[in-house]
Structure formats: structure tokens, C-alpha cells
């Protein structure tokens, strides 16, 4: 049910903020493109990331927790199903789909995206002429949810791989559509990352990861904020945010097969959302859901879910569940409205220079 999903950041000429990079010829790179992965993942618990591809400790326990412990055999089932109580559940979904190495672990999708520019900068030793062509206001081209936009300007685009790229007062960002994936991402001086990203069915099978998937990340408060949902990614809707201390969620996980009846009353409501508020140190339940109330009083974004969707045979999926008092819940076609913001996201104005090196 796993699948995978890209990110999206931006590019242009060498900042004086950005790494110094060069390609494998040894001359230095003219783009120099700021990456989006380490930011991320500096803010975010050790703990919650061991086991993942970018561990540097793991648990070893007799009996596998894993609320904490990544599953170490994909094929042995759902690792979190057999767990007692609705917050060890939604504790170990987080764990597994986000945090461990599979198709929808988040910081390795934003190294895919690092290591995509990570490309383009390797090919860029000479003049890049769309670099110094004037930022296109590219805003208005795609939509999100709640008919929200995301602003971004572009230079650049590689219309071989849907790749496009622009720099504009300091801030940089990067439009991208390859795969099944697409994304849109933003990273600034002071290394906050934006952005969206999102996996499409194209034959509307959803046999395959398929969802929308909102990041923000600040650096300075040490928080990273998501939320999202879709089919195969563990939610239907799902809410998180984390800082130093602690991390709180509020999800509405999967139900059985197709349903968001997530406590399998057959009733598909406000009951079948879950919280929970984590210790960041060890990934351990805190003692009471007020330790994460600076988190859960502080989210910026409305919370993302999936609508109810028919698929290609003609069988339904659940929208997410009716959201509790207090959460404002905008939801998305995991079908059409995914595959054609894959196709505008891929899609580039003209006034957008193609990529080139003198």
C-alpha cells in the first residue's frame, strides 16, 4: 500500500547563503540551489527519525515497539493493527508511514528533490542565461485546497523532466511534476521550508501511495507542521506538528479497506479522530494531552483530508471523517483534482526560459 511522493525547493545564481557546491568536472557550479532535507530534519526528534534512511541510532529491544522502532520486514503486515489503544495505534502509524524508509518518508522525499537540483547544478558550469531573466509570477497556475495558492516565481524550467526553478528577494523555489509525483516548495535565507507535494493515480486505481501531503518548517522555532491524507499513507486525514519537547497529532487513520471508520462502529464521524501527544525524546505518550496544547493551539495550516472518490471500477472511498469541533477540514479529490494539478504543475508559461549552459 506504501508508494512514493517528491517535494518540491528552488534554485537560481550563487547565494551567499547557500553551501558551496561544484560538479564532478571539478569547475564550480553556477546554480547553487540552498538544500531543503537537512533544515527539515534538523528540527525533528533523533528519536522519531531512527530506524529511517537517516538514522544515526536505532532502538534494539526484545519485544519491537513500534510506537518507536521501525518495522524491519515490510512483508510481515500492518505492524500497528495488533496494538490495544486508539493513541499506540495512531503513535505507530506516524512512525511507520512517515518516519521509517519507505515510499512516503518524508525526509527522503525531499532528498529526492535535493538530489533532482543536486543534478541540474552539476550541469550548470558555464552561463546560465534564464538565470538572469526576470522572476514570472507562476501563483496563479495551481490551486489547493480551499482554493488556496502558493506563491512562487520561476526563470528557469527543463520541460525534458518537468522541472522548474526561480529565485526571488532571497527566497528560492522549485515547481516539479515527474513520475507519479509532483510538488511545489519553497526554502527562504533563513532556511524555512514551504510547500506541497503529492503522489497521483493516474488510471485512478489507487492500487498505489496516492495523497497531498503540506509541510512547513521553521528553523528559528525549531517546528515542522504537516497535514494531509489520501489512500495508503495511513490517514485519511492527519494533522501534525512537533517542536523540541514534544509532538502532537490529531488523525482520522484508515478504517477497513476503503472506509475512514477508523474505530469500526459503522458509523463514519468525529469519533473516529484520534490525539495524541508525544514525548520527542523517546517517542513515549506524555502523561496528559495539555503538555502538547503550544502545539495544538498553534497550527497554521487547515487540516487536509481526503473527499470521497470513485475509482476506475467504480468502488467508492471513504472522505475523511466528519472532523471534531475545533479542526476546519478541507478536503481534496485523491482523483481528478490530483491528476490535473500533476498536469498543471508539470505545465510552464512560456515567458519561463528553457534551461541552458554557454
Not at 51 to 63: D, I, L, N, R, Y
Amino acid at each position: 500500500m506504501k508508494n512514493s511522493l517528491y517535494l518540491v525547493a528552488t534554485i537560481g545564481l550563487v547565494l551567499s547563503f547557500a553551501c558551496n557546491k561544484s560538479s564532478d568536472s571539478g569547475k564550480s557550479a553556477t546554480i547553487i540551489v540552498p538544500d531543503i532535507r537537512p533544515p527539515v530534519q534538523k528540527n525533528l526528534s533523533s528519536t522519531l527519525i531512527s530506524g529511517s534512511s537517516f538514522s544515526t541510532a536505532s532502538f534494539k529491544t526484545q519485544t519491537t515497539d513500534y510506537t518507536k522502532n521501525c518495522q524491519a520486514d515490510a512483508t510481515a503486515g500492518d505492524p500497528c493493527s495488533g496494538l490495544s489503544s486508539s493513541s499506540e495505534k495512531i503513535r505507530c502509524i506516524m512512525k511507520q508511514r512517515l518516519f521509517c524508509a519507505g515510499p512516503v518518508e518524508v525526509l527522503n522525499l525531499l532528498k529526492n528533490v535535493d538530489d533532482r537540483m543536486g543534478e541540474i547544478e552539476a550541469r550548470s558550469t558555464g552561463t546560465v542565461p534564464c538565470m538572469s531573466a526576470d522572476p514570472s509570477d507562476a501563483s496563479s497556475e495551481i490551486s489547493f485546497p480551499g482554493s488556496t495558492s502558493f506563491s512562487h516565481y520561476l526563470q528557469c524550467k527543463d520541460s525534458s523532466i518537468k522541472v522548474g526553478w526561480g529565485k526571488k528577494d532571497d527566497v528560492w523555489y522549485l515547481r516539479t511534476a515527474n513520475g507519479a509525483a509532483g510538488g511545489i516548495y519553497s526554502i527562504n535565507s533563513s532556511e524555512d521550508v514551504e510547500g506541497y507535494m503529492w503522489l497521483r493515480s493516474e488510471d485512478k486505481t489507487f492500487s498505489m501511495s496516492t495523497g497531498l501531503i503540506r509541510l512547513k518548517a521553521n528553523k528559528t522555532a525549531g517546528t515542522v507542521e504537516m497535514t494531509g491524507g489520501g489512500v495508503g499513507l495511513g490517514f485519511c486525514s492527519f494533522h501534525y506538528k512537533s517542536d523540541a519537547n514534544h509532538i502532537y497529532v490529531i488523525a482520522n487513520p484508515d478504517g477497513v479497506g476503503r472506509s475512514c471508520d477508523f474505530n469500526g462502529d459503522s458509523s463514519v464521524n468525529a469519533s473516529d479522530w484520534v490525539e495524541a501527544c508525544v514525548n520527542a525524546s523517546d517517542l513515549s505518550a506524555t502523561s496528559s494531552l495539555s503538555d502538547c496544547t503550544s502545539l495544538s493551539t498553534s497550527l497554521t495550516a487547515p487540516t487536509l483530508g481526503r473527499a470521497q472518490t470513485t475509482n476506475s471500477s467504480s468502488q467508492t472511498w471513504d472522505a475523511a471523517a466528519t472532523a471534531p469541533s475545533g479542526v476546519t477540514l478541507q478536503t481534496f479529490d485523491i482523483g481528478n483534482y490530483l491528476n490535473t494539478l500533476y498536469t498543471n504543475t508539470g505545465t510552464f508559461s512560456a515567458d519561463v526560459q528553457e534551461f541552458s549552459v554557454q
